[in-house]
């Protein structure tokens, strides 16, 4: 029968476990006097208790997770034109047709108040424009997806702030220009006869109150602007019967103070169907707020 070659072993042994605890045992016991004085702590001789964390044994206590908090971004905002002393105050939320919501109002006051007092710095204050941060868009009024969740008590203090808000623009210790690139309705054209200018871009459809579709009339000064504006038959007019001016309607009405120019070419689509030369009205309002600075 032929022999079947074993195979050799391999000169390297790999201890086995319990191989390592009897050798630990065997050579605590040879001499007594070296384990008195080299005695192996409990700790380390077994492995399971070492004082290493294991990748298992890692807590999520042990890990920060905390994440930065983000602001979101303002709703209205300020910015320095070309002109010294020249600032556009710019509504911020083009996706809701810069409806006047809470945040967007209290965005807003803070900006003129910050405005307010550039007089005190280096570059004092000539000139404000209101303008939306997105061509074919001014104000479409007040935001009435968050005014239906108000209750009584809260609408009334939403008003009261409006009017407050209105105000300070009215009262601005500089001349203030509303840029209507858009559609500018209820409480957007409140805001805008309490500036001391309006130039709106001449292809604009919707210039008015239509609060009275929905049963109620401005709350936010319209009532009492409109008439010294348009005299009052017209002011009534505008009100009752809730219509909408395109821009040439309002200029001859006198609610628009200056149309944009028919020279610009850079034409931006409107989602309401005007078609809107980009920042057309924008532009118009530099060259007066331009002029306003040369007159010293």
């Known amino acids: 029968m032929p022999v079947i070659p074993q195979p050799e072993q391999s000169s ?4 086995k476990l319990g191989d390592r605890h009897r050798d630990v045992g065997n050579a605590s016991s040879h001499s007594s006097s070296s384990s008195a004085s080299k005695s192996i702590p409990a700790s380390a001789s077994s492995p399971r208790s070492s004082a290493i964390a294991l990748p298992s044994q890692i807590t999520m206590n042990s ?3 905390a994440t ?6 303002p709703l209205a905002y300020s910015e320095k034109t070309i002109y010294p002393g020249v600032y556009a105050v710019v509504l911020a939320r083009p996706q809701e047709h810069n409806a006047l919501s809470k945040q967007l109002l209290a965005d807003f ?3 003129l108040d910050r405005l307010a007092t550039a007089s005190a710095n280096a570059e004092p204050l000539r000139a404000i424009i ?28 939403f008003l009261s702030g409006l009017r407050r808000i209105f105000d300070k623009v009215a009262h601005f210790p500089c001349p203030t ?37 929905l049963g109620i009339i401005p709350g936010a000064g319209g009532t009492q602007r409109a008439p010294r504006l348009l005299g009052l038959t017209k002011a009534k007019e505008l009100i009752y019967t809730g219509r909408s001016l395109t821009a040439p309607e309002a200029f001859q009405w006198g609610l628009v103070d200056y149309l944009s120019d028919e020279t610009n070419e850079s034409i931006t689509p ?3 169907g005007d078609v809107v030369p980009q920042n057309d009205a924008y532009a118009r309002a530099l060259e007066l707020a331009k002029l306003m600075c040369q007159s010293g």
Do not use: Q, Y
């Open 68 to 73: 930065p908090t983000i602001s979101p971004p």
């Open 109 to 111: 006051e803070e900006v």
């Open 63 to 65: 890990i920060s997770l």
């Open 177 to 213: 220009i509303a840029a209507l690139d858009g559609p500018t309705l209820g409480g957007g054209l409140e805001m805008a006869i309490a500036c001391d200018f309006r130039v709106a871009n001449r292809n604009i459809r919707k210039i008015g109150f239509p609060e009275a579709g």
């Open 130 to 157: 209101i303008r939306s941060s997105v061509p074919g868009r001014f104000c479409a009024g007040a935001d009435l997806k968050e005014r239906r969740t108000m209750s009584e008590e809260e609408v009334v203090v």
């Open 270 to 272: 409107n989602p309401d």
């Open 12 to 15: 390297l042994s790999v201890p």
